[in-house]
């Protein structure tokens, strides 16, 4: 044996190199029994996958590389350099600026073409251009801006009553009347739209509030009112000249026999004059519509009066002289 330090010869059975002192290692650093058995469970282990493959249990995969870390540590991923991350922040941040000036400037023009007096002004522009359906559209925008607003609110009633909608028409028109309660025109939409949805009631009811002569004057047109006779029916001693009249511009059929003038009167154009005997007046109105009013009849009964002669031995001459 040669000492692994010097180099010299050294007997067997000494413990140090004679030349160098050197202390001599019988135990070699490695165990070869430990090496001969790791050698065989790796071969066993590697034809154990080989078999599993030729079966098809495992499916081809490529081995991820081995690392320097021990096996028991799972490997952590790599911090993305800080530089990196700045800049995707710094881009993030410059993309939200962006986004909010892009908004900014879309809601601008936006606000400004959508203020109370630019809706208002769209609004009585296509109501004097005949397109109500439009003009309506306006108006409820520039209500949910300002739904106090008396010119909103009574746009909306002539709208929804040029539309047909009659129901939505009233309500926003008796809310106009509120705020203006002697407006002719206010009055006039909302009887119109009341006598489109047949509600002679609700007419009725203006009626014991009209706060003029003229209103009422208005309100009334809307009843078919039954007509009138100058003269009450009764007894008389003279000739009569009968008038018929009605409130508004309606036709007038009566009859002198006391049948019904729906099917069988003449139209009344002039007074009737009655003369003795008795005479039973009935006369109905008549709309542009082709409605009646109710009929009304009135009793005449004339009787002159007797004309009384003188008595017997009474009398006194009289001299008449004519001179030519």
């Known amino acids: 044996m040669k000492c692994k330090k010097c180099g010299a010869e050294i007997e067997n059975g000494l413990m140090y190199c004679p030349s160098c002192g050197e202390s001599i290692q019988l135990v070699p650093d490695y165990n070869v029994l430990e090496e001969e058995l790791l050698s065989k469970v790796v071969e066993d282990k590697n034809k154990s996958k080989d078999d599993k493959f030729a079966t098809g ?35 993030l941040l410059v993309a939200c600026l962006l986004v909010a000036i892009i908004g900014v400037c879309m809601f601008i023009p936006y606000m400004g073409t959508h203020t109370y007096d630019n809706i208002m002004n769209q609004a009585v522009e296509a109501e004097s251009n005949e397109q109500y359906a439009k003009a309506l559209g306006y108006y409820e925008e520039a209500y949910e801006i300002d739904p106090t607003s008396f010119e909103v609110i009574y746009g909306l009633g002539r709208m929804y009553y040029m539309v047909k909608d009659y129901d939505d028409a009233i309500e926003m028109l008796y809310l106009a009347l509120d705020s203006d309660p002697t407006n002719k025109k206010i009055y006039s939409y909302l009887l119109d739209a009341l006598y489109a949805n047949g509600d002679m009631d609700g007419i009725s009811a203006l009626l014991e509030t009209s706060p003029s002569d003229e209103i009422t004057e208005m309100i009334n047109s809307y ?55 008795t005479t039973e007046i009935k006369a109905v109105a008549q709309n542009d ?5 109710d009929i009304v009849s009135a009793t005449y009964t004339i009787t002159y009066p007797e004309v009384e002669e003188p008595e017997e031995g009474t009398g006194e001459d009289m001299t008449i002289d004519v001179t030519n």
């Open 57 to 91: 249990v495992y499916q081809i995969q490529e081995e991820a590389p081995a690392t320097n870390t021990p096996s028991k540590t799972q490997p952590q991923p790599k911090a993305e350099p800080k530089v990196f991350t700045k800049k995707i922040k710094a881009f």
């Open 223 to 277: 009843f078919l009112s039954a007509p009138t006779f100058n003269l009450a029916g009764g007894n008389y001693e003279e000739d009569l000249l009968i008038q018929i009249t009605v409130s508004g511009d309606y036709k007038i059929f009566y009859t002198l026999n006391g049948k019904s003038p729906i099917t069988t009167g003449k139209q009344y154009t002039k007074p009737i004059p009655l003369t003795e005997g």
């Open 289 to 293: 519509a082709g409605e009646y009013s």
